[in-house]
Structure formats: C-alpha cells, structure tokens
C-alpha cells in the first residue's frame, strides 16, 4: 500500500500538518506539526483556548485551507497538494459542513436548501430522498419553509440535513451549537449522535462548548498550534476542568 492512503478505518488523517499565515515579519504558526486520524464512524470534538488552532485545523482537515507543509489525506488523496478544480469536487462529494451561523440560502425553502448541494454537482435530485432525510432530522412538516419562518435549531437541522444528502465520508461542524439555546442545542446533539450511531457518519466538531465536546466519542485539546491531549468519553466535568487548565 503507498504510504499516502489512510490506515484502514480511517476516514481523514493529518500527518505533520504545519500552516503559516503571514509574512517575515509577522509570521503565525497556526497549525505547529498537527497528526491525527479520525477513524470511521467516530465523531471527535476539538477544542482549546482562543487561538490555539482550532478552526485552522478544521479547515485544513475539510480542504477550504492548503497546509504550509504535510498531508491531509482522504482515502488515497491528499488534499495538501490536490488540485483546485479536484479540491473542488472533494468538498461537494465527499465532505459535509456545518458552521455556526446556518448558512442557508434565505430565498429557499428547506427543501430546497437540502437539495442544493445535489444541483451544484449536477446530479439527479430525488425530492423523495430530500423529504426522507428532512423528516430523519424531524422537519418533515418543515419542508416549505423559508429560513426566516424557522427557528435557529430548525435551521441547523436544515443545515445538518443539506451536509448529509451527499452521504460525504466526513461531517466537519464548527460550532454547530454555538448560535443554539440549551434545548435545541441538545437536539442538534442528539442527530450528530444517532448520525455516528447509526449511519456510521464520521464527525469532526470545533466547540468552545464542554457539553457538547462531551456528547463525543473523544476530545481533542489544542494550544499554540498541537495537540496536547485526547480525552476519550470524557464527562463534561472533565472536559470543562482540563479546558480551564490550558486556559490558565
Ligand atoms: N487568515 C489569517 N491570517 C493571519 N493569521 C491568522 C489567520 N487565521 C488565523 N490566524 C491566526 O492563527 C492562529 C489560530 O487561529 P484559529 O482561528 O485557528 O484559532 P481558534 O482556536 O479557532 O480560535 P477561536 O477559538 O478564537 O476561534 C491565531 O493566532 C490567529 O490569529
């Protein structure tokens, strides 16, 4: 097997990812030797103080940023080095996103939010998957709405649905909660959980939040650019107590 292709199991994997901003002068190490895999059907949660690399990693990891130096691979392709047009096709067929702020389109309805992502690869949109997956994430009496007719948690459930109906080998979530109150931010939780449980979807979440770092499989904890530990089924207390710590 070439060395560059995951090990087995393994639905992304970081190998001495470094990533630089700036010039001379002002030069950021955002990312200092960054490996890890992400194994299949697993969903990991990142975390550490502001700053410490957290959405660098995430956007390195899902191809919307290129490394400075060291492999991003998925599958047999490193996105490190893949082409535009290549990286392209990656992020619409093979990774799914989810951020904080939704970011759905306001003129169309959740419906049609879903079944995007299908358009712009040019496939053939079945309206009977695009409502199946709606009502999965409990918006089957949502499906006309627009945006602005739901509430935060409906949105991210649209968003989540929009992620999912390409069946992308990664889900990357960057705060997915962070706009969410308590109640639909368990919710959202819950799908991301019985995503991993039941799909066998692999996940990847960036979040300043312990309870939801806690509904992971394992925590992640980043500062000034590495990983400096992994919690695995952590309780939020552990999770709060060891974020406090790399605060400090
Ligand atoms: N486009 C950029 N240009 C220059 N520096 C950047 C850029 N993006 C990030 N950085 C720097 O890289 C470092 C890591 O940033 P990153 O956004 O990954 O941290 P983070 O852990 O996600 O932070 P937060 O929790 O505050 O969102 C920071 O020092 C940041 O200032």
């Not at 070439?2 to 190998?15: I, K, Y």
Request: hydrophobic fraction near 45%.
């Amino acid at each position: 097997m070439s060395m560059l292709q995951t090990q087995a199991g393994t639905a992304v994997e970081l190998r001495d990812v470094v990533r630089e901003y700036g010039s001379r002068q002002a030069r950021v190490r955002a990312l200092d030797g960054v490996g890890i895999g992400f194994a299949r059907g697993t969903w990991t949660a990142v975390m550490g103080p502001s700053g410490s690399g957290k959405s660098t990693l995430l956007h390195c990891a899902a191809g919307l940023e290129r490394p400075t130096s060291g492999q991003v691979l998925l599958g047999d392709r490193d996105l490190a080095t893949a082409s535009e047009r290549d990286l392209t096709e990656l992020r619409r067929r093979d990774i799914g996103f989810v951020f904080q702020s939704f970011n759905l389109v306001s003129s169309l309805t959740a419906e049609q939010n879903v079944a995007l992502p299908l358009r712009l690869a040019g496939s053939k949109v079945s309206m009977k998957d695009v409502r199946a997956i709606l009502t999965g994430v409990g918006l089957g009496d949502r499906l006309r709405h627009r945006p602005r007719e739901l509430s935060g948690g409906q949105q991210q459930r649209v968003a989540i649905a929009r992620a999912m109906i390409t069946r992308p080998a990664v889900l990357f979530a960057d705060e997915p909660t962070g706009a969410l109150d308590s109640a639909a931010a368990r919710t959202v939780l819950g799908l991301l959980r019985s995503m991993v449980d039941e799909a066998q979807q692999t996940i990847v979440m960036v979040t300043h939040d312990p309870a939801a770092a806690a509904s992971a499989d394992s925590v992640v904890f980043l500062r000034d650019g590495r990983i400096v530990d992994r919690l695995v089924r952590p309780s939020v207390r552990e999770v709060a107590d060891r974020l406090a710590a790399l605060e400090a």
